[in-house]
């Protein structure tokens, strides 16, 4: 009985998350160039009668990459199809999936960077010339298999483009590069999700919520929730300063969103190497983290709101970083 429990939590979970997730452009809030860089890629499309061209949308987790891929696909009037780097470890996969593609679908591709490049080679044909080049056997009676693709539409995300192959980027139509989102849309973002969820917030609590929400709307929504649970338990069930302010207090949130990984970063970097610079490769193994992990999830945040500085040397904490963690200069803490 619990571990069906428990199956339910998590499928009423993801649930309220496909809930939350726009529907269209106009619920779509931020990235304003993007969308409308996008609006003209399908209505020329459209207009044609062609498939759209191949779309690669790069940006930190959060962001809104897939939200904007199925929203493509629903401008489009197209089923999409959704895989993942990871997902794709023998071009059988990737075949078993070009294969099934009907006329003007859209192939979602989540975590492309993490393709290996065997997969990348099947797919420069696929892209370009809509042709499947396969193998078939092995030693002196394998032959080589081309097959016809219908036209498709290759939508990719990754966090990481440096690592994505220059032949692979080439292939794509359209780069977009999602950037963080301005205080204003989160709150705006924060306001609809409250309401979808049918929850009371103040206006002091959206902006409590959209000042930690590390300027990324899937933050925000992990938030509010959190934010909604514990004014349910603890409080008249409306969300109001109080409770916001308890919520992220509970989660070890500060009030620009960082949390116990972000500040124990800047500690080492200050306490134990006199604010820097220090090598990503010392830095990792002194916070016993992975270096991919550093780069692509704790540094980004810290650079955008000048925490922290990526030189050639190493990296450095900023002045900023020292006085939001009560550090008066250099290795010293103020007591």
Not at 275 to 280: L, T
């Amino acid at each position: 009985m619990d571990a069906i429990k428990i199956k339910e939590d998590a499928h009423i979970d993801q649930n309220i998350d496909q809930a939350l997730r726009p529907a269209s452009w106009g619920e779509y809030v931020g990235q304003d160039g993007t969308k409308q860089n996008l609006k003209i890629i399908i209505e020329a499309a459209k207009k044609r009668g062609e498939a759209m061209d191949h779309v690669l949308f790069c940006g930190q987790a959060g962001l809104g990459k897939t939200t904007l891929a199925y929203l493509v696909a629903k401008e489009l009037g197209a089923l999409v199809k959704v895989t993942s780097g990871p997902a794709l470890e023998k071009s059988g996969d990737l075949a078993a999936l070009l294969t099934n593609l009907e006329s003007g679908d859209v192939l979602f591709v989540d975590e492309a960077h993490r393709m290996n490049r065997m997969i990348e080679e099947i797919l420069y044909p696929a892209m370009e010339s809509r042709k499947l080049h396969l193998m078939v056997g092995k030693g002196p009676s394998a032959r080589a298999l081309t097959l016809d693709l219908p036209p498709f539409t290759l939508i990719a995300a990754t966090t990481r483009e440096n690592l994505l192959s220059g032949p692979l980027r080439s292939r794509f139509g359209a780069t977009f590069r999602l950037d963080y989102y301005q205080l204003e849309d989160i709150a705006k973002i924060l306001t609809r999700s409250a309401s979808l969820l049918h929850a009371k917030i103040t206006p002091e609590a959206v902006s409590i919520l959209a000042r930690a929400s590390r300027a990324t709307p899937r933050v925000a929504n992990r938030l509010l929730k959190r934010a909604r649970d514990y004014a349910e338990v603890h409080g008249t069930g409306a969300i109001d300063e109080k409770s916001a302010r308890e919520a992220l207090t509970l989660l070890e949130v500060d009030a620009l969103g960082l949390e116990p990984h972000d500040r124990r970063l800047l500690e080492i970097i200050i306490k134990k190497f006199n604010g820097g610079p220090v090598g990503v490769g010392t830095l990792a193994a002194a916070l016993s983290e992975d270096r991919g992990a550093l780069e692509d999830i704790y540094e980004p945040y810290l650079m955008k709101i000048g925490f922290l500085q990526r030189t050639s040397a190493g990296r450095v904490a900023l002045p900023p970083a020292y006085a939001h963690l009560g550090f008066r200069e250099p290795g010293n803490l103020l007591v």
